[in-house]
């Protein structure tokens, strides 16, 4: 009984541990990718539903959505959701989605526009 006790206890802790250090162990350029990999997701949204408002009340309009590369040196490519929209990026493509961006301060180098 008492060897039981002794390896649930253990086994407790480990698990315990491998949990904080999972969440302690993110490193500073994992945390800055999430904050832009969340804020160009919700840019993404915030221009497909305005985009979509101004086509319910007549206006001409179109949007694309696409990924666009977040490159740090050394580290692998990846991605993070990228969307224009023709009535909102006035004759610049992707300007409402960047101005959102900017507006979250993640609009950052690492992004390949």
Do not use: H
Not at 70 to 91: A, F, I, K
């Amino acid at each position: 009984m008492l060897q039981k006790l002794s390896v649930v206890t253990l086994a407790c802790l480990l698990f315990t541990g491998c949990m904080s250090m999972s969440s302690e162990g993110t490193s500073p350029e994992e945390k800055k990718f999430r904050k832009v990999e969340a804020a160009a997701k919700e840019c993404s949204e915030i221009v497909k539903n305005q985009t979509i408002e101004l086509t319910a009340e007549g206006k001409d309009a179109n949007t694309r959505w696409t990924t666009i590369d977040y490159v740090v040196p050394g580290q692998q490519d990846r991605t993070v959701e990228y969307r224009t929209s023709s009535v909102l990026d006035n004759g610049e493509p992707g300007k409402a989605w960047q101005t959102c961006m900017s507006d979250k301060k993640a609009l950052v180098p690492e992004l390949k526009i």
